[in-house]
Antibody
Framework: EVQLVESGGGLVQPGGSLRLSCAAS????????MHWVRQAPGKGLVWVSR????????SYADSVKGRFTISRDNAKNTLYLQMNSLRAEDTAVYYC???????????WGQGTLVTVSS | QSVLTQPPSASGTPGQRVTISCSGS????????VYWYQQVPGTAPKLLMY???QRPSGVPDRFSGSKSGTSASLAISGLRSEDEADYYC???????????FGGGTKLTVL
C-alpha cells in the first residue's frame, strides 16, 4: 500500500524557517517524481515545487522561488521541503504527492499544517 | 486567482447528472492531459480521473471526463450523497514546468 506521511509542520514566526519531511513507503520511491502542493485554509490547491526521481532537476512556483528548496534522499525514501523567510501567506496545509509515469498526481499524503504568525 | 477556471459551485439532486467545467490555455490544457481530484473537506485529495478520461481502479463509471481544446469537463451521473465534495481540475503547464490547478468546485447534493 502506498503511504506518504508528512511531518515537520507547526507554528513559526514571520521570517522563520521550517523543514518538512515526507516519508514514503509501499512503492519504489526512487522511481518517481514528487511534488509539494499546499492548500491555504478554505482555499484551493496550489502547486509549490517538484523534483525528479534522482533529485537532479527541480522547479518552483514563483511565489516560493528563492525561499523554498525541495530535495530528496532516495536511500531514506524521504522527500523534504526546506522553507526559509516564511510569510503569513505561506500558511497552509502542505501535501506531499507522488507523480506517476502517466502524469499528474496519483497519491497524496495526509498533509501537515504550517502556520506563519507572530 | 487560479490558472485554471472552474465554477465555484455546482449542485444536483440524487440520480441527476452534473457537469463541472475547467478552462485553461494553450500552455496547460491545450497541450497536456487533464486530471481531476475529489476532496472531502478535512481530507487529502483523491485522484478521480487521469489523462483526460481514464478512471483509476475503484472509481465508479458514474464519473467521466472529457477534453476539447483548452477546456475540459467532469461529468457525474446518477448523483449520490457521497459525491458531495470539492472537485479540482489540474494540468501540467509548460510555462511553469509544474502542474496548475483550478480553484475548485464545491458540489452539493440537494
Amino acid at each position: 500500500e502506498v503511504q506518504l506521511v508528512e511531518s515537520g509542520g507547526g507554528l513559526v514566526q514571520p521570517g522563520g524557517s521550517l523543514r518538512l519531511s515526507c516519508a514514503a513507503s509501499g512503492f519504489t520511491f526512487s522511481n518517481y517524481w514528487m511534488h509539494w502542493v499546499r492548500q491555504a485554509p478554505g482555499k484551493g490547491l496550489v502547486w509549490v515545487s517538484r523534483i525528479n526521481s534522482d533529485g537532479s532537476s527541480t522547479s518552483y512556483a514563483d511565489s516560493v522561488k528563492g525561499r523554498f528548496t525541495i530535495s530528496r534522499d532516495n536511500a531514506k525514501n524521504t522527500l523534504y521541503l526546506q522553507m526559509n523567510s516564511l510569510r503569513a501567506e505561506d500558511t497552509a496545509v502542505y501535501y506531499c504527492a507522488r507523480a506517476p509515469a502517466y502524469g499528474g498526481i496519483d497519491y497524496w499524503g495526509q498533509g501537515t499544517l504550517v502556520t506563519v504568525s507572530s | 486567482q487560479s490558472v485554471l477556471t472552474q465554477p465555484p459551485s455546482a449542485s444536483g439532486t440524487p440520480g441527476q447528472r452534473v457537469t463541472i467545467s475547467c478552462s485553461g490555455s494553450s500552455s496547460n490544457i491545450g497541450s497536456n492531459y487533464v486530471y481531476w481530484y475529489q476532496q472531502v473537506p478535512g481530507t487529502a485529495p483523491k485522484l478521480l480521473m487521469y489523462r483526460n478520461s481514464q478512471r483509476p481502479s475503484g472509481v465508479p463509471d458514474r464519473f467521466s471526463g472529457s477534453k476539447s481544446g483548452t477546456s475540459a469537463s467532469l461529468a457525474i451521473s446518477g448523483l449520490r450523497s457521497e459525491d458531495e465534495a470539492d472537485y479540482y481540475c489540474a494540468a501540467w503547464d509548460d510555462s511553469l514546468s509544474g502542474p496548475v490547478f483550478g480553484g475548485g468546485t464545491k458540489l452539493t447534493v440537494l
